[in-house]
């Protein structure tokens, strides 16, 4: 899924428009909103996939032309109407025409109970564009506005979130600290909590995120948020180089429940066990640590204990060699998972660039597995799953000077529109194809967060910090492709023998 494009699928609250949040953890909790006043409409009612498709599109962009006066003004609609009209352009990443419906709700029906969902709208389009300096205010002013409404309570919160995008970080951390007490029993309370931990992180004030470790262990007690505020104890560890407390605060973990909810797994902490472990000088049990992360075909952290073995040498350099033979086998046998179609069109693409199109052929199959029919819930389309937004950066680039919806189902436009993006982040990210794939899902302004965050020039450590559940898998899948594809073919995509 291409940039930012999995926000609009994870996380739905039942606030009309809380269509993605800032860390997948989040949980629901009750509304605090006034029984007695009318509800507001069930965006999710609208949001299905009928709704995220061209001709949903067509249909509302039709009724559009129609409903418009001579002077291009909506004739009179109900806010109802201009509300579904609004999530069908969202959910298609039609921003402002979106923004003209949830406009047209506040200026028309100022008292009406969905105006509250209508600014959060404005504010998660602009958010979603990065224009973040024209979210804020509108964030700032629900918030003030609307504190009694989930709505508000969101916008006050997205405050936050956009001030952590403009590199505002402690004041980000301020305000998720005032969310915390104004709002205990908050929808986002859980992420409230766990944000101020970051945000203090990446405000260059570490020493400060310790206590909120320790106030969020003891406020989620025996919970999964619990957990992620000591596995975020665990990455603040690893950051700052205090090998013996990660050492520490990795064996609390892997002597914790790691289920459902919970932002680590068993072998992504080992890892950093060992890692920390190699670092403060004790090999050798590091080695032993690390040859206890399961190694397989789709094994990410796998793959780096058994780079990491290679590298320390000795015993532990046969005992790599051996994993990394298993894993060959097994590659080998899956060969035909693994196909390198497009490849003409992929090499013309990128031509004498440094992109290897091994990388591009991992992201693609984790995309749409080669169809380029497809089209995702969150409005991505074709082999590369661009959206209009991110396709629309780079198609002059390519000799386009308008995209068609169609020409996103051509194979040469949209390899052509992502080999463009892929580039650029290259240049942003250069030996770190992890940082990429994440950026491909998660949006480079998160990445580039994540990359300061970890602190060390280590793989397995930047991809601890990614924030956002669904990148992180993605970031897995889209590695293990690429470790397979390098394996099977040559970097000018022909089959090794």
């Known amino acids: 899924m291409s940039p930012l494009t999995h926000v609009l699928l994870v996380c739905a609250s039942t606030f009309a428009l809380s269509l993605a949040c800032v860390r997948t953890h989040e949980s629901p909790r009750a509304a605090q909103t006034n029984s007695a006043a009318p509800e507001p409409i069930a965006f999710a009612e609208f949001f299905t996939a009928d709704a995220q498709g061209d001709e949903a599109l067509a249909n509302v962009r039709s009724l559009d032309r129609a409903a418009r006066t001579a002077e291009g003004?909506?004739?009179q609609l109900p806010p109802e109407e201009h509300i579904r009209r609004a999530a069908v352009y969202h959910a298609n990443r039609a921003f402002d025409e979106a923004r003209a419906h949830w406009q047209a709700v506040i200026e028309r029906y100022p008292s009406d109970p969905n105006v509250p969902a209508a600014m959060f709208g404005i504010g998660r389009s602009l958010f979603q564009e990065r224009r973040y300096s024209d979210a804020l205010p509108v964030f700032q002013k629900l918030g003030d506005t609307y504190p009694q409404t989930l709505g508000g309570r969101d916008g006050f919160y997205?405050?936050?979130a956009t001030l952590l995008r403009m590199e505002r970080a402690q004041e980000a951390a301020a305000r998720y600290i005032e969310y915390t007490a104004r709002f205990p029993q908050g929808e986002r309370i859980e992420n409230a909590y766990l944000n101020v931990i970051d945000s203090l992180r990446e405000a260059g004030r570490p020493e400060e995120a310790l206590p909120w470790v320790a106030r969020t262990r003891e406020r989620f007690a025996a919970t999964p948020t619990a957990t992620n505020a000591l596995f975020a104890r665990l990455r603040l560890d690893v950051s700052r180089g205090d090998w013996e407390t990660a050492v520490r605060t990795a064996d609390e973990l892997l002597r914790t429940p790691l289920g459902r909810g919970v932002q680590t797994s068993s072998s992504?902490?080992?890892?950093?066990?060992?890692y920390s472990l190699e670092r403060a000088g004790r090999k050798e049990q590091a080695a032993q640590v690390y040859l206890s992360i399961p190694e397989g075909v789709n094994s990410y952290y796998g793959g780096l204990a058994t780079a990491r073995l290679g590298a320390l040498g000795g015993a532990s350099k046969s005992a790599a060699s051996k994993r990394a033979a298993s894993v060959q086998s097994q590659t080998s046998a899956a060969r035909a998972n693994y196909p390198a179609p497009f490849r003409e069109i992929i090499l013309r693409s990128i031509g004498k660039r440094k992109l290897d199109p091994r990388l591009l052929l991992s992201i693609m199959r984790q995309e749409s597995g080669f169809n380029p029919r497809v089209k995702s819930g969150a409005a991505a389309?074709?082999?590369?799953q661009l959206t209009?937004?991110?396709?629309s950066r780079y198609s002059a680039r390519i000799g386009v000077e308008t995209l068609r919806d169609e020409d996103f189902y051509r194979p040469e436009i949209s390899i052509g529109l992502s080999t463009e993006y892929l580039l650029e982040l290259l240049g942003m990210f250069p030996d770190l194809p992890e940082a990429i794939a994440a950026s491909y899902n998660g949006g480079e302004d998160s990445v580039a967060r994540w990359v300061k965050r970890a602190g060390q020039k280590d793989p397995g450590v930047f991809a601890s910090e990614?924030?956002?559940?669904?990148t992180k898998d993605y970031v897995f899948k889209v590695m293990s492709n690429?470790?397979?594809?390098?394996?099977?073919?040559?970097?000018?995509l022909r089959p090794r023998r």
């Not at 690429?482 to 000018?492: M, P």
């Open 73 to 75: 003004a909506f004739t």
């Open 158 to 160: 997205y405050v936050a």
């Open 268 to 274: 992504e902490v080992a890892y950093l066990k060992a």
């Open 381 to 384: 389309r074709g082999l590369m």
């Open 388 to 391: 209009v937004d991110t396709a």
């Open 466 to 470: 990614v924030g956002f559940t669904e």
């Open 482 to 492: 690429y470790r397979a594809y390098k394996q099977l073919y040559t970097e000018d």
